[in-house]
């Protein structure tokens, strides 16, 4: 960790890209993932099994804007999505936690309510088809062997029902007509919407969320839009000492979760508060900026406005930049990997080196890695302190 030392001249400048490779134009949401499990024998690839989730989800919300575009990435085990502009990402990325499980049991003998275990459940669902004509229906194929518990199933249950339950909660009991020996169960009603449901709930269960995260969402056109927000006199300041400076352009999980519960004007690289306590409002920014031939640097420093002025009926008055923290080149990620947050005063936090809480006495500045990480500087007076509050 890089300790307060004042801001040096920039270097001339080289600009990275979200990805680690040229890309196409993405005139939507450019989003990166990571794949973080291998897929099992005779199962769909992780890949695949997320892209189809994400069609079904797509269908399931009804959504007008074209399907996710997918990129070329370097890595085998990271995917790049161009998503549209208005793309509901985060009802979409709620959906993840939504665990479906599907199962068919059979009626216990002498009982109306009780049902019992078959040995058919979601995985073993192949393919889940709406039918509209000549009535409303949905097919469900089962794999070899599902089909094979089914043959023997239907012949015990003939002209009986079969229950079919979603999360352990019965939702229909069809009625066996006949043996059943390709592993094709046929439902038919006569309302559509809900065989549409159906069909839809079927299909959560046949395809699970598999694991994989959300990396980075890229949020260029944002970061230049807030870069020319940035008074004139501070981007004076930032040009002289780091001329081709910049906002990340993408935007890390802690900083995703914080911008859709702010919204903008919020932005997890330029946060404003008087985190010197002296009565004056500081600006702390996340930016990047060139290093050489080893490429960019992302630098966290506070703009620390001083009163010059011993007129109390003038406000005149000059920034002070200091630097708190810095990553080298070799350790930058093409996307943001933390972001800025205030606290305000009187929050409580926790020290993970003294494994003390404490009560912050100024407005503070904290930074959320990716993952769990945090560290906050706090002033004392005559300097600022980082502090690990998150581990």
């Known amino acids: 960790m890089k300790k307060n030392t004042w801001l040096l001249s920039g270097l001339t400048y080289l600009s990275v890209c979200f990805s ?32 189809e989730r994400l069609s079904q989800e797509h269908q399931a919300l009804g959504l007008e804007q074209d399907e996710p575009q997918i990129l070329p990435h370097p890595e085998p085990d990271h995917l790049l999505l161009c998503l549209s502009e208005n793309y509901p990402l985060q009802q979409v990325l709620a959906k993840r936690t939504q665990k479906t499980s599907f199962e068919i049991r059979q009626p216990m003998k002498g009982t109306q309510d009780l049902w019992a275990p078959t040995g058919l459940n979601g995985s073993q669902l192949l393919k889940v088809t709406l039918k509209k004509q000549p009535e409303p229906g949905v097919e469900i194929q089962l794999d070899h062997n599902g089909s094979q518990i089914l043959a023997r199933l239907s012949v015990g249950l003939l002209k009986q029902k079969m229950g079919l339950y ?60 807030l870069q020319k927000q940035v008074p004139p006199e501070l981007q004076a300041l930032l040009n002289k000492h780091y001329p081709g400076w910049y906002f990340p352009k993408g935007l890390s999980a802690i900083g995703q979760e914080h911008y859709w519960q702010e919204k903008p004007p919020f932005t997890p690289f330029w946060i404003k508060g008087d985190f010197d306590g002296n009565g004056t409002e500081d600006h702390a920014l996340q930016i990047r900026h060139p290093a050489g031939k080893e490429g960019s640097r992302e630098t966290i420093l506070i703009l620390s406005r001083q009163k010059t002025s011993q ?56 930074l959320h890695f990716w993952g769990k990480g945090a560290m906050a500087w706090t002033w004392d007076g005559t300097s600022f302190k980082d502090i690990t509050i998150g581990d």
């Open 20 to 51: 680690a490779s040229a890309q196409p134009a993405c005139l939507g949401l450019l989003t990166e993932w990571q794949l973080k499990a291998p897929s099992p024998d005779g199962q769909p690839t992780l890949r695949q099994q997320f892209l």
């Open 311 to 366: 007129n109390p009926g003038q406000n005149a008055s000059q920034y002070l930049p200091l630097v708190l923290d810095q990553t080298a080149p070799a350790h930058l990620r093409t996307w943001s990997g933390a972001s800025l947050w205030r606290y305000p005063a009187g929050s409580k936090m926790y020290n993970f080196e003294t494994k003390k809480e404490f009560i912050t006495t100024h407005e503070t500045l904290a």
């Open 166 to 225: 979603l999360n352990d909660q019965l939702l229909i009991a069809p009625q066996v007509m006949s043996v059943i020996t390709d592993g094709r169960l046929l439902i038919t009603g006569s309302d559509l919407k809900a065989m549409e449901n159906l069909t839809q709930k079927l299909e959560s269960a046949r395809v699970p969320w598999p694991d994989v995260e959300l990396l980075a969402i890229e949020v260029g056109h944002y970061s230049e839009a």
